[in-house]
């Protein structure tokens, strides 16, 4: 398979659980995994995966979201975006601060929301490039 041919997914959260298992799997398969993380200096193993790209993020960050999708479009951008990261609480809701909600809140939604966000012009995009590429297959 040619660099060319080689499909991209960003996984956001991929420092453990299913984020982590999600970049060896798809590493393993010949993507290229760009594995982003809050604490990147932290990963021993994925830094050593080959095919794997290491990428600082913590998704309550706006500024990191949108720096972080520019890097990954200007480097060739990606077939795919993994919104993994999150966090849980268990308990009665009454119990929760104020601070734990909307650290949920600020993770599980809006880091999803605005994720999504940063990198849908450039899925607009690909979208543009394979219909322009659909009537000359349909010429040929
Ligand atoms: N496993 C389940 O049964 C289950 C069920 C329902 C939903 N989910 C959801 O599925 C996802 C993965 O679950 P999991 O079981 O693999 O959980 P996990 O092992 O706790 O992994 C969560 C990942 O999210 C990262 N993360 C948390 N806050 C972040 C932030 N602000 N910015 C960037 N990364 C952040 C964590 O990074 P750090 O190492 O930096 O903390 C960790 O790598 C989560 O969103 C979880 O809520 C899981």
Same mark, same amino acid.
């Given at each position: 398979?040619?660099?060319?041919?080689?499909? *991209?997914?960003?996984?956001?959260? +991929?420092? +453990?659980?299913?984020?982590?298992? &999600?970049?060896? /799997?798809?590493?393993?398969?010949?993507?290229? =995994? $760009?594995? +982003?993380?809050?604490?990147?200096?932290?990963?021993?193993? /994925?830094?050593? &995966?080959?095919?794997?790209? /290491?990428?600082? #993020?913590? $998704?309550?960050?706006?500024?990191? $979201?949108?720096?972080? *999708?520019?890097? =990954? =479009?200007?480097?060739?951008?990606?077939? =795919?975006?993994?919104?993994? *990261?999150? &966090?849980?609480?268990?308990?009665?809701?009454?119990? #929760?601060?104020?601070?734990?909600? #909307?650290? $949920?809140?600020?993770?599980?939604?809006?880091?999803?929301?605005?994720?999504?966000?940063?990198?849908?012009?450039?899925?607009?995009?690909?979208?543009?490039?394979? +219909?322009?590429?659909?009537?000359? /297959? *349909?010429?040929?």
């Amino acid at each position: 398979m040619s660099n060319q041919d080689q499909k *991209a997914i960003f996984i956001t959260g +991929s420092s +453990s659980g299913l984020g982590r298992a &999600t970049a060896k /799997l798809f590493a393993a398969k010949g993507w290229k =995994v $760009i594995a +982003s993380m809050r604490n990147p200096d932290k990963e021993k193993e /994925l830094a050593k &995966t080959s095919d794997v790209i /290491l990428m600082a #993020l913590d $998704i309550t960050e706006p500024q990191q $979201i949108e720096s972080a *999708a520019q890097e =990954v =479009v200007g480097s060739g951008g990606v077939d =795919v975006v993994l919104n993994n *990261a999150g &966090t849980g609480l268990a308990g009665a809701l009454e119990g #929760l601060t104020d601070e734990q909600i #909307l650290r $949920i809140v600020n993770t599980n939604m809006l880091g999803t929301i605005r994720t999504t966000k940063a990198f849908i012009p450039h899925f607009r995009q690909k979208e543009q490039d394979c +219909s322009s590429i659909r009537p000359r /297959l *349909a010429d040929g």
